[in-house]
């Protein structure tokens, strides 16, 4: 982990620091938690992110059964 500091509007912090209490952990927690939630929603952390880096010229969905059956 790193530590780091940012500067926040007033209302904010009482909202981090208000969840913070609600949920019984420290506004850093909370925080992370947030910026895990962003990143899994901006595709950061998606399979989309990686899509194509292993595509095959030969073998395409369509062919599923001839590739896993023998069938042609």
Known sequence: MH???VIID????AFLKKK???E???I???LREIIESYSRKSDVYSLLSVS???EDTECYGKDHDKW?????
């Open 3 to 5: 530590r780091t500091q």
């Open 68 to 72: 896993l059956y023998g069938k042609k």
């Open 28 to 30: 850093s927690q909370v």
């Open 24 to 26: 019984k952990k420290s």
């Open 10 to 13: 007033d209302k904010h912090y």
């Open 20 to 22: 913070a209490e609600q």
């Open 52 to 54: 194509g880096i292993a």
